[in-house]
């Protein structure tokens, strides 16, 4: 497996085939890990980075794996393949441009990946479609228990695992579920979701996570706490807001197809059509558009396209993937000549 055989695929996880995945786009469990007899990396030297990404690189290829995993070095990989790979949620910003010696072992289906000397030593993540939180959680459960047969982990009776960022101590397990809430956006609803998910300390971040904005009516809600309670405590909390959440954008998008159902037409057909014909369009205004297509298609205003392709081009409209497909460079400008022809393109085979 290589980098130009992930973009020839679509992830398991925007196959739109999960649970509730007309509204639950994904389900992401992270684990942040250290290794005991390394320092942490706000203290650590460049020869330390390199030797303890070497001894991870090392034990991961022996580790029991349920699934094999490819290792790719960051430093080696340009800056296009490293925002490829955050484009398709497999590394983060930080560790994508980070310095000193840093990796990611990514299963094939990439459901899975590994990033190596990021903010920790090491982040374990899966992803999976739709709302799918403790199926995820036991594949991570599997991976982690393999790896820690290998590593040994900086671990305290009285804090748990061990890690860098202070809210990350304890369990290290951060899970989030990624919306497509259009219907409450429109709505102008929203913000009811905000202050319901903050009074049970749940975060609500955009589209790449933290520190990023919503874009295509698209929020993660994740927990803000690990310290202090189990994961078992940590994904039943998620688990009892997020179908509260997914029932709230359906009944209102029930709610503007009885009374505006002309309304709601129009904009995803207008949005269609803008797809369809437009010769230069940019990264915010293609998500824009095709989040309210999304919509359309999802009740059925659309039926000649499928979700799947929508959710294919929120993620091959992007930078990196449109550089990749065209195996160069490009400025922001060719960038949106080339979208809208790629957008174009999909939506003319897809019918």
């Not at 695992?161 to 899970?175: E, F, K, M, Q």
């Not at 297509?293 to 205003?301: A, D």
Request: charge should be neutral; proline fraction near 3%.
């Amino acid at each position: 497996m290589d980098l130009d055989q992930l973009q020839n695929q679509v992830g398991e996880w925007l196959s739109g085939a999960g649970p509730d995945s007309d509204i639950v786009i994904s389900s992401r469990i992270r684990l942040a890990r250290n290794v005991a007899g390394f320092r942490f990396h706000s203290r650590a030297t460049p020869r330390e980075k390199m030797d303890l990404e070497r001894h991870i690189n090392k034990k991961l290829e022996q580790a029991e794996t349920t699934k094999p995993l490819k290792y790719f070095e960051l430093q080696d990989l340009s800056s296009i393949d490293r925002q490829f790979l955050v484009e398709r949620h497999l590394i983060s910003r930080e560790h994508a441009f980070g310095k000193g010696p840093r990796g990611v072992s990514i299963s094939s289906d990439e459901n899975l990946s590994i990033m190596v000397n990021e903010e920790d030593h090491l982040r374990i993540q899966g992803l999976r479609s739709g709302f799918q939180l403790r199926d995820n959680w036991e594949e991570v459960n599997q991976l982690d228990s393999a790896i820690e047969q290998q590593l040994d982990y900086s671990y305290s009776p009285k804090f748990g695992y061990l890690t860098i960022c202070p809210t990350n101590v304890g369990t290290g397990l951060r899970a989030s579920v990624m919306l497509h809430l259009p219907a409450l956006v429109m709505t102008q609803q929203i913000e009811k979701v905000f202050q319901a998910v903050s009074k049970i300390n749940l975060a609500v971040r955009g589209l790449y996570g933290e520190g990023t904005k919503a874009s295509g009516d698209f929020y993660q809600i994740s927990n803000q706490q690990t310290l202090g309670k189990s994961e078992e405590e940590i994904i039943q909390n998620i688990e009892s807001v997020i179908p509260q959440i997914v029932k709230f954008e359906r009944t209102v998008r029930e709610t503007l197809l009885e009374n505006k159902r002309e309304i709601i037409e129009d904009k995803a057909c207008r949005a269609q059509a803008m797809l369809r014909s437009a010769r230069i369009i940019n990264s915010e205004e293609a998500m824009d558009l095709l989040s309210v297509v999304r919509l359309g298609v999802n009740l059925n205003l659309i039926p000649d396209l499928k979700v799947q392709t929508i959710n294919e081009l929120f993620i091959l409209s992007q930078p990196a993937h449109l550089q990749k497909i065209e195996t160069k460079e490009l400025n922001a400008s060719q960038r949106d000549v080339t979208r809208a022809t790629l957008i174009r393109d999909r939506l003319k085979k897809s019918t």
